[in-house]
């Protein structure tokens, strides 16, 4: 193969992984945004969620405000949790996924424009309405910003390591709760960080070291999920 | 050479010495670990500041060990299992699992009972906790995947994929003592440094983890044979086995 040969192989190459994002992205948006009522349910399980602790704790303010960064970031965990079932199982269902598979697309691109579509759904809402939940549990503006600013780091990565569960457990028995137990642990310290940045903040101390932190599990994340979830879903389509 | 290897990759060749070695390191467990709990329980002395409490780091500290080295060899023929496409190695990883879990659980509930008299509190939300504890659930829902697939060959790579995933979380755990100033101390025993404990308790020590190897490789060794036959029992080569001929004749 002559240099000019190969080079203009690797620009095809590189060119199918663009379009392939960009397809999966729009068509996922396109099917969401015709099912807008189910979006709303799930930013009012968010809402509900979050009003429940005081409700069902204490209303106490400074209590409210320690607890605050915790429950937002579990509850945008639970919330992103709720519609990871429906990421695949649509498209495995019609059979548009063993032909997104089969299509000399790349899959992980293909998968990685899902699970944007995914992020722009659900952990994208999630954090634009995270400062005015913050608001009920008596968070100054620092640590709004600081609360919104890691809710937008970290979101993706849930996304990110969600799509591998929901991949694994496509088509399974009991996929909810099982899909639940194989995501939550790994977003553990993804929680851990996001909500430690509110308080450090609030401490004080600056969020930079837990920012630094989110920012890193994302990229980790942004390279290697793509592809574990590309491997996942093929070994479920085998 | 490499012939020698690859002969027992195969479940029909691997399958005898399995069955073979097991009981060979199921004794050398039982002897092992009732040495190390004698040297442990009986022959080191009291220590200064933590009383008799601190004999319990005669089976914490092994199944610590344990809990994170098992998750590693998992990954490892994990990756095997997803790189070559070999039965045996994923069959090994799912071998492993049970074990791992227990040897995790074991470093919690011992840890909880050690942190009782010299903390004072039987948990607490320590780094090094915290990671052990989500490697259990880690254990755990490997475990739950392999039991909700019902194609043994589907569960194999899936199980492979979701172990290499958590795999991340071991050095998170290995070296959360040192990243995070929290309350779980140090490692006292170091590859690299003249160990800062007594050398009898370093005898015990070293005793139970090697009663701990070899129980986890008996353990391993006995249910991976148990996995070849159940998989394999449509295969030729299991009704030529002596014990198949003798359930057969009797």
């Not at chain 1, 068509?27 to 399980?45: I, M, P, T, Y």
């Not at chain 1, 968010?46 to 509850?75: D, H, K, M, N, Q």
């Not at chain 2, 060959?153 to 899936?158: N, V």
């Amino acid at each position: 193969m002559t240099p000019a040969a190969a080079l203009e192989q690797d620009r095809a190459a590189t060119g199918a992984v663009a379009p392939a994002f960009a397809w999966a992205l729009a068509r996922d948006l396109k099917l969401a945004f015709r099912s807008r009522a189910e979006l709303g349910v799930q930013l009012l399980f968010y809402v509900i969620v979050v009003t429940l602790f005081p409700l069902a704790s204490t209303p106490e303010r400074t209590l409210l405000a320690t607890l605050g960064p915790g429950v937002l970031w579990v509850a945008a965990l639970l919330a992103s949790l709720l519609s990871l079932p429906r990421l695949f199982a649509g498209d495995f269902a019609d059979g548009t996924l063993e032909q997104m598979a089969l299509s000399p697309w790349s899959l992980p691109a293909l998968v990685s424009g899902k699970i944007a579509a995914h992020w722009l759904t659900t952990g994208l809402p999630v954090a634009v309405l995270a400062p005015l939940l913050g608001l009920q549990y008596a968070l100054d503006a620092p640590a709004l910003w600081t609360l919104a600013a890691g809710l937008l780091l970290g979101t993706p990565i849930l996304s990110l390591l969600g799509a591998i569960g929901a991949a694994l457990t496509l088509g399974l028995r009991g996929g909810g709760g099982l899909l639940a137990l194989l995501v939550l642990p790994l977003c553990v310290p993804v929680l851990i960080f996001g909500a430690g940045a509110v308080d450090a903040v609030r401490a004080g101390l600056g969020a930079g070291a837990n920012f630094s932190l989110l920012a890193a599990g994302l990229l980790i994340a942004l390279v290697g999920a793509p592809l574990a979830c590309a491997a996942a879903l093929r070994i479920a389509l085998d | 050479m490499a012939s020698t290897y690859f002969r027992y990759s195969s479940p029909a060749s691997f399958y005898p010495a399995a069955r073979r070695l097991a009981p060979w390191f199921g004794v050398a467990a039982a002897v092992l670990a009732v040495a190390g709990l004698a040297v442990g329980l009986v022959v080191a002395p009291t220590d200064a500041q933590q009383g008799d409490a601190y004999r319990i780091i005669f089976i914490h500290v092994p199944a610590a060990w344990m809990s994170m080295f098992i998750y590693l060899v998992m990954a490892f023929w994990s990756a095997l299992a997803l790189g070559y496409n070999t039965r045996l190695s994923a069959m090994m990883a799912q071998a492993l699992a049970p074990t791992g879990a227990l040897m995790t659980f074991i470093a919690l509930w011992t840890g909880a009972f050690w942190g009782r008299p010299t903390w004072g509190t039987y948990w607490a939300w320590d780094a090094r906790m915290t990671s052990e504890l989500i490697l259990l659930f880690l254990y755990f829902g490997i475990i739950a995947l392999r039991n909700a697939i019902d194609d043994p060959r589907r569960g194999d790579k899936a199980c492979a994929v979701l172990t290499l995933v958590g795999a991340v979380n071991v050095p998170i755990i290995y070296f959360s003592v040192q990243w995070w100033n929290t309350l779980h101390q140090g490692s006292t025993i170091s590859m690299t440094a003249a160990p800062k404990m007594a050398s009898i308790m370093l005898t015990g020590l070293l005793l139970m983890s090697l009663a701990a190897w070899a129980y986890a490789i008996a353990v391993a060794l006995a249910r991976v044979a148990s996995i070849i036959i159940e998989r394999e029992r449509g295969a030729m080569w299991i009704s030529h086995l002596p014990e198949m001929r003798r359930l057969m004749s009797s």
